[in-house]
């Protein structure tokens, strides 16, 4: 058992989610952030990697108080909970994440994380192990299925994407493709890692919608078993 787990990332036209420099860059706008809302609004947490809060510190909160308001009528927390996948506990105690909004958090770490970073977390958030060095992902989502977490939305990045599809945890891909092109070999794209080799191993997926939002399309895929 595991959750539903609906991938949602902005990218440029070549495919990138930022800079080289890991520097957080706009890509869409209002409407499609107002979209990605919505999403969070009908999850039961989200989840990013450490590389993700290093770069952008992000919170993860819903924005609409009216969303926040639905939640709450239907007897869920204002915010879903926010999970960061980070290995080696690395995740700044001051991190917006752990501070802004109320609801759960938890920080995903392996048995491999140092005692002291673990330590520091303790008091903002929920920590489990899973793995030895790096987070086992699939025992990851086996616990958050047990803490009733039925639908997990995966914001980035790279890496995490890249992990979660390789281990086939991934059921939906909602991409927006703006109309800038950023460029560079060393640039994050939608999934960093190791890459495939052999075709018969590439994820499939099947074309659900393609919608013309802003300057940009909107591109809905569920990933074909």
């Not at 991409?175 to 890459?195: R, S, Y």
Request: some cysteine; hydrophobic content about 45%; proline content about 5%.
């Amino acid at each position: 058992m595991r959750p539903y787990v609906i991938v949602n990332v902005a990218v440029s036209a070549d495919g990138k989610l930022s800079t080289r420099e890991r520097r957080q860059v706009k890509i869409s706008g209002k409407e499609d952030f107002d979209r990605v809302d919505e999403i969070k609004a009908g999850c039961d947490a989200i989840m990013v990697g450490i590389g993700t809060v290093l770069a952008d510190d992000p919170s993860l909160t819903i924005k609409s108080a009216n969303r926040i308001a639905e939640r709450v009528r239907n007897e869920k927390p204002e915010h879903p909970v926010r999970i960061v996948v980070d290995s080696q506990a690395r995740t700044p105690p001051d991190a917006k994440i752990l501070h802004k909004g109320s609801g759960l958090r938890i920080i995903a770490v392996s048995l491999a994380a140092p005692e002291e970073n673990i330590s520091a977390l303790k008091n903002h958030a929920e920590i489990i192990q899973a793995g030895e060095v790096t987070v086992d992902l699939p025992v990851l989502l086996t616990k958050l299925a047990e803490k009733g977490i039925k639908r997990l939305m995966v914001e980035g990045g790279g890496t995490l994407i890249w992990g979660m599809l390789s281990a086939g945890l991934v059921d939906e891909l909602t991409m927006f493709v703006g109309n800038i092109i950023i460029g560079g070999k060393d640039a994050p794209t939608l999934a960093d890692g190791t890459g495939y080799v052999l075709e018969s191993d590439f994820p499939v997926l099947e074309r659900m919608d393609v919608i013309p939002m802003e300057e940009g399309v909107l591109i809905h895929w569920k990933v074909r078993k």
